[in-house]
């Protein structure tokens, strides 16, 4: 991309349509350009993608350095010029969802962000449960998969993974009880995952194996070897661990039906279950673009304000009892293309995308606020980017 | 049978055979026998109607004037589908307003519309009969029957289809024989009923394109299926030939999660000589205890266990001696008994789970313990999903969440379907369903798409919905504007996504699935056993040797046809050509045509061979061997 001849032709060809003439220009005549900067065209190819009637073009950015050589412009990413042009802006920032924008990034590394986020930050989540009596309709596998899609408020930080021979201890696992019953003759009762009960000192449940008669002074073995109780440590000790959300239905029972379990949640990724995302989703847009491509007036103008399901355009009065139609908030544009829907309109508006501007939002499950999970993602790319230098060096 | 004599036939036994043969009286046919004949059918059949409709003759009963064959057919035998329809008089409905208020009011029913002759059952035969217009404003003079409404031409399974009249026919076809199998739930009491088999889904949802039949039949409350994010687009290349791309964050949300049950019973029989089979105790300690973990401490096992394979389920325990009499019946010595315990056959894999023991007598009065067992199974690769318009396909890959491409408003598909499905099925009716499922996750109401719904309004039309979802934000055609979840740029093309009623299917690759080394033969040939469940051979067969024969992959058939079949070494007497046997004791080989072994030689051929020989011989016939130094 960017050869010398192709540029030219792209030059004669856009000089025609700007200036709507069909007279032929040649190379040579046309108007020189300051050094240093692209023709606006190109200019345009290069940030913006376009969003025609029909598809989106040009939505491949130029990632190679030296793709405008000919025209004597650098096109590599400088570090100086990225962190003058980089910008972080935040929108909204509500408790569990954050709207921010990223300004002046490459989509992949905005892409990498997201990633990261749905698939490679750890949470807590229930990941094995041990049922000692359940009777209700609910079946085991079922009742621990809703248990294990519940979102728990704690900081997974303060956790370690717990690998394959290792044993639960108080550093891997949070174990949760739940105990419902619904009494015989009584209405059908919703067991919610505010019934969930933090055991700080690990399992209550005696291991099968053990005799009851053999270890009648010690402590007999639970399914957990806690060394001491989790609400001694600082972290836990005003703050007792429980699920996010307290009514989130876990399982119905009628009458006579009894629930009772223990569930230990452990550390884990997004990648192996979705259990252990922390973000309900993560995703960007890129900025919206509305250009008006000619003044658009009165009757014409109301008709545009009125295509529009998201009011991006508006009208203002230029006098002389005219209106004219203005894009007053394009950033709201969800891109239905309503308005060059009819035939002959894309020559009136232009739909665009800018490229290196990203509206950013965040949606937590509630075990880290969202703004937490974003410098979380950062650290996990800067440490992925260090452990692929160290591997070349 | 006195009121089509009444009307005017004329019995068949005072007919002499020119009044017989007279070319236009009609026969008068009652279910398959003459009554007589009549000179003018049409007024007879008018007639027959007009009691029908007075309730003189029962609803059921047709009456079918088939002009080619000169017969008037009544039927009043059952096995006949008869639909409802309104009666015309000249082309206008017998219902009028004033009838319709009274049925508001509650004060009509459909009986009573039956009973005051203003709608009438007519059976196949009848239809053939009459001119019936879809809907009143279409009814001409010579309409005989108005439609009480159009979609009630189509059944039940026909009936769940959205827009059905957009797809080609063979689809809705399809899908009325896809439907079927599909998984869900089954009644209200499927959790307390011991059916053989049993496909349930976890989460089953009612469809967000709904029909009126969907809730006149209580689809809605039973619901096969799930709503899932679709995105027509090409991804990966796992989609090709209708395979689907799925994603793997949906699943393990439970999208396509499934309970499979299956029976297993055993009776404790009771014998002619009073002894009965009994249950006993498992073991605890020892050499079996493993095998009866799952027990409880009457033999059984117990609910709620996980049963892995060759776990005893029920320790039984039957009496040696059954027919001939025994002193104590009841109190027979432990040593009386041989064990007839059964052991589950199961495969690795999916956890399976003891989830019920019913016991009943049944009724010969003996003991019967039925277990349901269970296993809760999410989607993998090859299990097979179908769309409503007969539009099904295996999944193909299973694609992490962030890989998926994703939407401006952060909406990833559950499912990714390639559009090459489209274009040579013709499934209007799902591109419909698709864009009627988001405009109504849009705006909160549920969407219709009746058959034949959009004149009557039972069903949304495209440009309503086209409406409702720029109203939303949407593009009037349903297709978004995506990114790439990979390269985290835009996609090229704006994708038709939205949600499309989903039905997982019963086939699933974990019941299929099976491949074999070495393993069971059949006794007679030798030859290994066929089929999955005697964990059979897969065959090399006629066309596939054919195809190595004009390969002339020679010594790759005869490794598949004989040595990983049915090799034989055979002593073969070079005299007489017959086959002999192989003497342990001299270590020759004897020729028992000859009486020695002077002449023998061994060769390998196939057993089924071998096996030819010998019957061949069996029916006088000798094969005789001519071995030449090779």
Known sequence: ?393 | MEQCYDLGVEDLEQLSAAELHTPNSYLIILNGLILGKHKSPQRFANGMRKLRRAGRIREFVSIFVNDKQCCVYIASDGGRVCRPLVIAEKGVSRIKEHHMNELRNGVRDFNSFLRDGLIEYLDVNEENNSLIALYEKEATPDTTHIEIEPFTILGVCAGLIPYPHHNQSPRNTYQCAMGKQAMGNIAYNQLNRMDGLLYLLVYPQRPLLTTRTIELVGYDKLGAGQNATVAVMSYSGYDIEDAIVMNKSSLDRGFGRCIVMKKYAAICQKYKNLTSDRLIKPQRQGSEAEKMQILDDDGLASPGEIIRNRDIYINKESPTVTITQVTSPMGLPDSAYKSSRQTYKGTEGEPTVIDRVALHSDENNNLSIKFMIRQTRRPEIGDKFSSRHGQKGVCGIIVQQEDLPFSERGICPDLIMNPHGFPSRMTVGKMIELLGSKAGVSCGRFHYGNAFGEPSGHADTVDAISETLVKHGFSYNGKDFIYSGITGMPLQAYIFMGPIYYQKLKHMVLDKMHARGSGPRVMMTRQPTEGRSRNGGLRVGEMERDCLIAYGASMLIHERLMLSSDPFEAQVCRKCGLLGYYNYKLKIGICSMCKNGENMSTMKLPYACKLLFQELQSMNIVPRLKLTEA
Not at chain 1, 36 to 65: D, F, M, W
Not at chain 1, 74 to 80: A, I, L, W, Y
Not at chain 1, 155 to 169: A, G, I, K, T
Not at chain 1, 313 to 323: H, P, S, V, Y
């Open chain 1, 1 to 393: 991309m960017g050869t010398a001849t192709e540029s030219e032709s792209m030059d004669s060809e856009s000089t025609s349509t700007q200036e709507e003439t069909f007279t032929k220009v040649s190379v040579w005549d046309l108007p020189d350009l300051p050094k240093g900067k692209l023709p606006p065209h190109i200019e345009l190819q290069r940030t913006r993608v376009l969003c025609g009637s029909l598809a989106p073009t040009n939505t491949e950015n130029v990632n190679y350095s030296g793709a405008y050589a000919a025209m004597g412009v650098d096109n590599s990413v400088r570090f100086e010029q990225f962190r003058n042009n980089f910008k972080v802006e935040i929108v909204r920032l509500e408790e569990d969802e954050l709207e921010f924008d990223m300004v002046g990034i490459d989509p992949s590394l905005a892409n990498a962000f997201r990633r990261i986020l749905i698939a490679e930050l750890p949470t807590m989540a229930i990941e094995k449960v041990l049922i000692a009596n359940n009777t209700s309709i609910i079946q085991d596998e079922v009742l621990a998969h809703r248990l294990g899609l519940i979102p728990i408020e704690v900081d997974p930080r303060l956790f370690e993974y717990m690998s394959e021979n290792d044993v639960p201890n108080e550093k891997n696992t949070i174990v949760f009880k739940l105990h419902a019953r619904c009494t015989k003759g009584s209405d059908r009762l919703r067991v919610l995952s505010s019934e969930l009960k933090w055991l700080p000192n690990g399992s209550e449940l005696i291991l099968g194996t053990e005799h009851p008669a053999s270890s009648s002074s010690a402590k007999p073995k639970t399914y957990t070897s806690f060394s001491c109780s989790q609400d001694t440590l600082p972290e836990f000790s005003n703050d007792p661990i429980a699920p996010k959300d307290a009514d989130i239905i876990v399982a119905k029972l009628g009458p006579g039906q009894e629930i009772e379990l223990e569930a230990h949640a452990v550390k884990g990724m997004g990648k192996t279950h979705a259990k252990w995302s922390p973000v309900a989703t993560a995703w960007y847009r890129m900025l919206p673009e509305v250009v008006l491509l000619r003044d658009i007036e009165d009757d014409e103008a109301e008709a545009l304000v009125k295509k529009c399901p998201v009011k991006v355009f508006d009208i203002e009065d230029i006098g002389k009892g005219k209106k004219r139609a203005t894009v007053a908030q394009p950033r709201v544009c969800t891109l239905c293309r309503e308005c060059i829907r009819e035939e002959g309109w894309d020559k009136n508006v232009a739909l665009r995308r800018v490229n290196d501007h990203f509206i950013f939002t965040i949606e937590s499950t509630g075990a880290l606020p969202p703004e937490v999970l974003f410098t979380e993602a950062v650290k996990i790319l800067e440490e992925k980017c260090e452990r692929v230098i160290t591997e070349l060096s």
